[in-house]
């Protein structure tokens, strides 16, 4: 198949994603360009996950979900243990205990090349796998706090380096990623990763400057909400409830009112307006709340969030 075909077949795989509308045109209107990390990347990328634990691995289980759109799909973790759980029909999973060079063997094969170990592994791993990369190979890392022009420090100058923000509800299938191009990565590399990310939810391309501002949002988001949870589960019980009441008054709610919104044509203020009638019990409700600044509460958690993200990535 020649590259303009496989760029077309790309691009519609990656417009069948179900909630990552793909713009065709950005891939189609590479033809002809030597946009790095397109050049040798198949209309089906095989993907190498270096480091595949609790956010790769769910990565992973999105995209053997969705198998026809990828081409081999392989898997390094440090321990056998924690190979058997990832290996599946399809997925060649190897441990480093088994195989001490899987790294660079596995990158070797790869168009796309994960990284998913802790931030402070990330320089290491490149160093251990960059001279083993072919030309046009695009590395992804999930690493918080690891600036791309890190990365390029340690690839050729023909490697594509991107880097993207997940987040925990990828699991299931409903995670929000936000991803960042380094200098050298074209819009072919980032509509590739997007591709991948949309597997497992919703994927936001945005500039590497708004990463820590997106990961104050999207990446910490799911613990803000499971504070939520805590604290009205925390009042039901207060209020005589038991456990299980509880919990299907309170979680039942969120994941109500979420699907309502996902479902509805109209803004959260709109839906909550409709809940609360003038004078009746959830105005007193929402009286104590705004009362209690939450505006103010919640941009002082992001720039928290946010503060301590520039700290992590100076050190
Ligand atoms: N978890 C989150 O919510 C989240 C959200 C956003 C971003 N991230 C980022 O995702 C990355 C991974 O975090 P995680 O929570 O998924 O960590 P994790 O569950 O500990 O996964 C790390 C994986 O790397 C493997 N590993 C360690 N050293 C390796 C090496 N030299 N070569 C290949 N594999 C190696 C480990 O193998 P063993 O299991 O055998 O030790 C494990 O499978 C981090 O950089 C983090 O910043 C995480």
């Known amino acids: 198949m020649n590259f303009i075909t496989a760029i077309d077949r790309f691009a519609k795989n990656a417009a069948m994603t179900d909630f ?25 990328p095989s993907i190498a996950f270096l480091g595949t634990g609790s956010m790769s691995g769910a990565i992973l289980a999105g995209l053997v979900q969705q198998r026809e759109k990828f081409g081999s799909l392989s898997a390094t973790t440090r321990s056998e243990e924690s190979a058997a759980k990832i290996a599946s029909d399809g997925v060649e999973a190897v441990a480093l205990a088994a195989e001490p060079d899987a ?10 090349v994960v990284l998913g170990v802790k931030p402070y592994q990330i320089v290491e791993l490149l160093r251990e796998i960059s001279d083993a990369l072919r030309s046009g190979t695009i590395v992804v890392s999930v690493a918080a706090g ?30 929000v990623a936000g991803i960042a191009a380094g200098t050298g990565a074209g819009e072919g590399a980032v ?8 597997a497992v939810g919703t994927a936001l391309v945005i ?83 705004q009362g209690a600044g939450l505006d103010a509460v919640f941009r002082e958690a992001a720039d928290a969030a946010i503060a301590r993200a520039k700290e992590l990535a100076a050190e």
Request: glycine share 8%; with cysteine.
């Open 20 to 44: 990552v509308p793909c713009d065709a045109l950005t891939l189609t209107s590479l033809r002809g360009r030597n946009t790095l990390g397109v050049m040798n990347v198949s209309d089906t």
């Open 103 to 112: 790294n660079r063997r596995l990158a070797a094969a790869a168009d796309v």
């Open 146 to 175: 690891i600036t791309t022009a890190v990365m390029e420090a340690e690839v050729g100058d023909d490697i594509a380096v991107v880097r993207v923000m997940p987040n925990t509800p990828s699991h299931v299938g409903l995670g």
């Open 191 to 198: 509509d590739v990763t997007r591709t991948i990310f949309g």
């Open 207 to 289: 500039d590497e400057s708004q990463i820590d501002a997106l990961s104050s949002i999207s990446g910490s988001g799911p613990a803000y909400v499971f504070l939520f949870i805590e604290q009205w589960t925390r009042v039901a019980l207060e209020l005589g409830f038991d456990e299980r009441q509880a919990a299907a008054m309170v979680q039942g709610t969120f994941r109500g009112a979420s699907e309502l919104l996902a479902a509805s044509d109209v803004d959260p203020a709109e839906l909550r307006r409709r809940v609360t009638s003038p004078k009746g019990t959830t105005e007193q409700a929402l009286a104590v709340l």
